[in-house]
Every structure is written in structure tokens, then in C-alpha cells.
């Protein structure tokens, strides 16, 4: 990265070192003290919140050559509208779920896990990566209009 390219990135996120335009113009400086870096909040994100989760099974999402296709949730057992994170997998979504799957439920998301076409629960053909771009839209499409969804999906 060019000196002027780190000096303007480094205003944007307050770092900048304090330097007249003459001095940014010219060589580096060795009398410049350096920028702190920027320490981000670590620990978690979202807190719990205190709801107990449901598992919801074999929902069938329609596809939009009428292929449908299984999903299960992991959602907070509490009404309302909640964002919503997708996972497809080819491997039997039964055995994709972790216990970080449950800590997001429990943070106030659903977790949608999708077998993909052809796989496990889902109708159609298993055919590698050829359906999974169509697939994915329609499973999302699908998701945020669905009254428990916020509109959010990830």
C-alpha cells in the first residue's frame, strides 16, 4: 500500500498520524509515532434471551420447478418475528446440527437447515452444485416471507 493510500484509509478509522501535506507528500518519517490499532469488543455479540428453543421438522419449501425441498428450524419458543440463518448442506441436515446452532436460537435467531435437492428428505435429483444457485435464492425468497421472519436472512 502506497504511503498516501495508508495515510487516507487511516483517517477514515481515526489513526491517522498527525501530518502537514507537506509531510505526507515527502519519505516516510522515522520520527513518527505510530498508530494504536483499533482493539475490537471481543466476547459475545448477542446475549442470551432467557427463551427456551423449538425444533421444527421437514418443512417443505417449494422450489420453482415444484421440487420441494426439507427443512428443519431451530427457532425461540416465543411468538414474533425473528432474522433468520440458512444453512443448505448435502450431508443430511439432522446430522448438521451443533450445539452453536442451538446458542443461536437461544440469541433471538431462527436457524434454518436445508437438505439440498435430491439429498436425505428433499425431493429431486442430487446433481453437485448444478441447483444449488436456483435453490438457495428460492429457499431465501421463501424464508423472508414467511411470518415468523423479520425479512432477515443470512
Not at 44 to 50: L, P, R
Not at 90 to 104: C, V, W
Request: charged share 20%; glycine share 8%.
Amino acid at each position: 500500500m502506497k504511503r498516501r493510500e495508508f495515510i487516507l484509509a487511516s483517517a477514515a478509522i481515526g489513526t491517522a498520524p498527525n501530518l502537514s501535506s507537506a509531510q505526507s507528500a515527502a519519505a516516510p518519517s522515522t520520527s513518527a509515532t505510530p498508530a494504536q490499532a483499533q482493539v475490537l469488543p471481543a466476547g459475545v455479540i448477542s446475549a442470551k434471551t432467557g427463551v427456551k428453543t423449538a425444533l421444527v421438522h421437514n418443512l417443505l419449501v417449494p422450489m420453482r420447478d415444484g421440487v420441494l425441498l426439507a427443512l428443519d428450524l431451530i427457532r425461540p419458543d416465543a411468538p414474533g418475528q425473528y432474522p433468520v440463518v440458512l444453512l443448505r448442506t448435502p450431508y443430511d441436515k439432522t446430522r448438521s446440527r451443533g450445539s452453536y446452532l442451538q446458542s443461536l436460537a437461544e440469541r433471538g435467531y431462527i436457524v434454518a437447515v436445508q437438505d439440498t435437492r435430491g439429498r436425505f428428505n428433499s425431493d429431486g435429483v442430487f446433481f453437485p452444485y448444478r441447483d444449488d444457485r436456483a435453490d438457495g435464492y428460492d429457499t431465501v425468497e421463501w424464508l423472508a416471507k414467511q411470518p415468523w421472519c423479520s425479512g432477515s436472512v443470512g
